[in-house]
């Protein structure tokens, strides 16, 4: 069965044929799949089916080690967004639900090289001394999550000193207990600090200037 309907589809097409640099996805799943990593790669083959511009590699986690290592893949399924430069961009579970919009936003971002970040956070950004990696904890049926995951995406792709990850806090429940996930999206800044909700730029920017 298709993940995609003909008007989703449809739409997609329409929007893809804006996209002007070829984005690929790099799919890390496993020859006996785990949870949701079949229905996240059939769903990347529908999604890669709409444009010449996306491009679908899948990888194998237990056996394509130069590959989980060289992109540090800890869990599966995962998807690594990139083109010829690998931002820091990744998705940790099926980005479906509301979670589908990050997915599709993540790759205009790819393709187009335009953040939506503001001056202030770009010269924020540009000083950045340390790295900083944001885990984004989301679940598909939470309307309030994508912005916060395409928040923290825009930043991976301006800054070669942060990371951002989305986490289906459902399929990763021992990082839901881990990280104290009572609410989505939760996003964890270095491990050590939490921000609640979809905050906007520059509360998200005054939480990690107060971890660094």
């Keep these: 069965m298709k993940k995609l309907n003909k008007k989703v589809a449809k739409s997609l097409e329409e929007i893809f044929k804006g996209l002007k640099k070829e984005v690929t996805l790099k799919y890390f799943t496993q020859s006996v799949e785990c949870n949701f990593c079949q229905e996240t790669r059939e769903l990347l083959e529908e999604v890669a089916e709409l444009s010449d511009k996306v491009r679908l590699q899948v990888f194998d986690f237990e056996k394509d080690k130069t590959e989980v290592e060289q ?57 950045l001394e340390k ?20 928040l923290a995406h825009h930043m991976a792709y301006y800054s070669p000193k942060v990371r951002a990850d989305m ?23 270095n491990e050590t600090a939490f921000m609640e ?16």
């Design 71 to 127: 992109y540090k893949v800890d869990k599966i399924p995962a998807i690594v967004m990139m083109d010829e430069k690998d931002y820091g961009i990744r998705f940790y579970g099926i980005p479906a639900g509301y979670e589908f919009t990050s997915l599709i936003e993540a790759i205009k971002l790819i393709s187009s090289g335009e953040t939506m970040l503001s001056a202030e956070g770009k010269k924020f950004l540009d000083g």
């Design 131 to 150: 790295e900083v990696h944001l885990q984004v904890f989301v679940t598909p049926t939470c309307p309030y999550c994508p912005p916060a995951v395409v």
């Design 167 to 189: 986490v289906e806090a459902t399929e990763f429940p021992q990082l839901a207990v881990k990280y104290n996930v009572m609410g989505v999206p939760r996003t964890v800044i």
């Design 197 to 212: 909700g979809a905050a906007p730029e520059n509360m998200l920017i005054e939480k990690i200037k107060a971890v660094l």
